[in-house]
């Protein structure tokens, strides 16, 4: 069964630092999304993009944050100067209609 | 404003206990879609069922069902029999017809004690 996938599994980063977390959605998806869970909180929604742009944004997804899909397959999450309260695990989605999101196994982020 | 409450933080219950966990949305919207997902130990998060809103129909799969009520916006989830293996946060979520992202609630961990 098709799946999303995500690398790396584990990130550990300096605070200032540039990450970017990728993630292959299944291939016949069209919709794409990231989201994130700071350890033991709700799941929280970042960004949806749709046709190399941009669909939907949350307050979370500031300047310092930014998607982008170089290639027919990746997906990828780029965080410019991580803070300490980046730690997170990030979870990409991938969706085709109808409708339901299907989420890959996560990056968990650790920014020291 | 959407919001997804599930009220109960954390279940305890005994191997072949029947359990149910709640789960209450509001939404102004006519049109949305409900969703359940678990997140077993190893953090990932696995779909369960997903429900449009014009379907009140009640869903059973294997020892799963899910009970949706549009009166009192409700979309609670049952386990009958439940197993170790059952052992998870369970997530509920909501989404618009006229959004993308997904609403979550603060999730329920269950632990299914042999």
């Known amino acids: 069964e098709p799946e999303v996938t995500q690398t790396p599994s584990h990130q550990v980063t300096q605070m200032g630092q540039e990450v970017i977390l990728r993630c292959v959605p299944i291939?016949?998806?069209?919709?794409f999304y990231w989201y994130r869970q700071i350890l033991g909180q709700k799941v929280e929604f970042l960004v949806s993009f749709y046709n190399n742009e941009i669909s939907e944004k949350s307050e979370i997804f500031d300047d310092q944050f930014s998607v982008e899909r170089p290639d027919g397959s990746n997906f990828t999450l780029k965080i410019r100067s991580t803070k300490l309260e980046d730690s997170a695990m990030y979870f990409c989605?991938?969706?085709?209609?109808?409708?339901?999101?299907?989420f890959g196994p996560g990056t968990r982020l650790t920014v020291l | 404003a959407q919001k997804v409450t599930q009220a109960q933080t954390e279940i305890s219950v005994v191997e072949k206990e029947d359990v149910t966990l709640d789960c209450v949305y509001e939404?102004?919207?006519?049109?949305?879609?409900l969703f359940w997902y678990k997140q077993p130990p190893s953090g990932e998060l696995v779909f369960l069922i997903r429900?449009?809103?014009?379907?009140?129909q009640n869903e059973i799969s294997g020892r799963y069902s899910w009970n949706f009520q549009k009166s009192t916006s409700s979309f609670n989830f049952t386990i009958t029999a439940s197993q170790v293996v059952d052992s998870a946060v369970y997530f509920c979520a909501l989404r618009s017809m006229w959004s993308d992202k997904l609403i979550f609630g603060t999730g329920t961990r269950l632990q299914v004690f042999p």
């Open positions: 429900r449009n809103s014009f379907d009140e």
């Open positions: 939404t102004r919207d006519t049109t949305y879609y």
């Open positions: 291939s016949n998806h069209l919709y």
């Open positions: 989605a991938s969706r085709t209609p109808p409708d339901t999101q299907y």
